[in-house]
């Protein structure tokens, strides 16, 4: 059975906090009786069926350190018996330490990088934890054998050399096609910044960036996955921002179609 830890932690948002409060209302989704619990192939997905609720994370302050020792144990510990994990709720700074957990169960892990944005930076604001920065600590890091970034439509010249520098695979919004898929190498581990949306899809995000996917072309993309598919995080959500749960809808239903790739 795959689990599902929420991931309240925001304190590495370089603009707006809110990301903390993404767990309750991606759950709630589940629960309020708009939607039902089917993915789109027909599957069931729903708690003690498809996956157990790990509840969430606690964190006892805001220090980044602790936080990231915090996830990165936790996220360990549940792979320790080979389930899979997906995990809700944080701004992207979380998906370092998360990652970071899953190299060390699975040799060789690739990753996909749905965002609008490459979170490359060295550091942002001085702050090396930002969560404009997790994929640079991950590829200075060396442990993950190839990292594929789709949707990007905010990269700067530093994001760029970092992009060639490490020689990683980019797709960007602007010349967007799905010739990646064919190219994606298991086992892989997706992240999912709900940003890589058009805010049109997907207003409860921190940074809204225009020109982005639809939420079928998003959908389409996980859909046609054909490697095993190791663990996923959704991020970046903010309530804050949200229109009447619109984006925690996206959210619910983008939860469940990764959760049926996982069981793949
Ligand atoms: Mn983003």
Same mark, same amino acid.
Not at 176 to 179: G, L, S, T
Not at 202 to 205: E, F, I, Q
């Given at each position: 059975m795959i689990k599902l830890l929420g991931v309240p932690f925001d304190?590495?948002?370089?603009?707006?906090?809110?990301?903390?409060?993404?767990p309750q209302h991606i759950r709630l989704m589940d629960r309020?009786?708009?939607?039902?619990?089917?993915?789109?192939?027909?599957s069931l997905v729903a708690e003690n069926e498809t996956y157990q609720d790990m509840g969430d994370i606690h964190f006892e302050d805001t220090n980044p350190e602790r936080a990231f020792n915090a996830i990165k144990s936790t996220i360990a510990n549940l792979l320790k018996d080979g389930t899979k994990v997906l995990s809700i709720g %944080? #701004?992207?700074?979380?998906s370092y330490p998360i990652i970071s957990a899953f190299t060390g169960r699975y040799e060789g892990l690739n990753v996909l990088h749905l965002d609008a944005? %490459? #979170?490359?930076?060295?550091s942002f604001d001085d702050n090396p934890?930002?969560?404009?920065?997790p994929f640079a600590r991950l590829l200075e890091e060396g442990k993950i054998n190839s990292l594929t970034q789709v949707?990007?439509?905010?990269?700067?010249e530093v994001q760029r050399a970092q992009i060639r520098k490490y020689g990683t695979q980019l797709v960007e919004m602007k010349d967007?096609?799905?010739?990646f898929l064919k190219d994606l190498q298991g086992p892989l581990y997706i992240s999912l910044?709900?940003?890589?949306?058009?805010p049109a899809y997907?207003?409860?995000?921190s940074h809204h960036e225009p020109g982005g996917m639809t939420s079928r072309q998003l959908l389409k993309i996980v859909q046609s996955i054909h490697v095993e598919v190791g663990g996923a995080d959704i991020v970046e959500y903010n309530p804050v921002r949200d229109i009447n749960n619109m984006t925690a809808m996206v959210g619910y239903k983008m939860m469940k179609e990764l959760m049926v790739k996982m069981a793949q």
């Open positions: 304190a590495n948002s370089s603009f707006l906090r809110g990301p903390a409060l993404a309020e009786g708009s939607a039902n619990r089917f993915s789109e192939d027909g %944080g #701004d992207h700074s979380v944005h %490459g #979170d490359l930076y060295p934890y930002s969560h404009a920065s949707g990007l439509r905010s990269l700067t967007f096609k799905e010739d910044d709900l940003d890589v949306l058009d997907a207003p409860g995000v």
